[in-house]
């Protein structure tokens, strides 16, 4: 009887990702979170950055004319693919 190993692949990212939400008032304040990452294939996202209520607040300067300005710079520092055998 033979045993049969399945290998499954799983894709690892490291990376290093700055996110810019741009004021579009006078003020010129951008708010901004900078993180490092190792993202695997089956998982994508990120905590929460910035509350929907401030990002909508008119008086905030962030949304205007229906217009909201967000910047990300991405820099990949590695990418790995890796072998997970499951018997």
Not at 43 to 50: I, Q, R
Not at 53 to 67: A, E, I, W
């Amino acid at each position: 009887m033979t045993d049969e190993i399945d290998h499954k692949w799983a894709k690892q990212v490291y990376m290093k990702l700055l996110l810019r939400v741009r004021d579009q008032s006078i003020r010129k304040e951008h708010p901004q979170q900078e993180a490092c990452h190792c993202l695997i294939s089956e998982m994508f996202g990120s905590p929460k950055f910035m509350e929907l209520g401030v990002l909508t607040d008119p008086n905030k300067g962030f949304m205007v004319n229906d217009t909201l300005i967000i910047e990300a710079e991405v820099s990949v520092l590695t990418s790995l693919k890796r072998s997970i055998v499951n018997e």
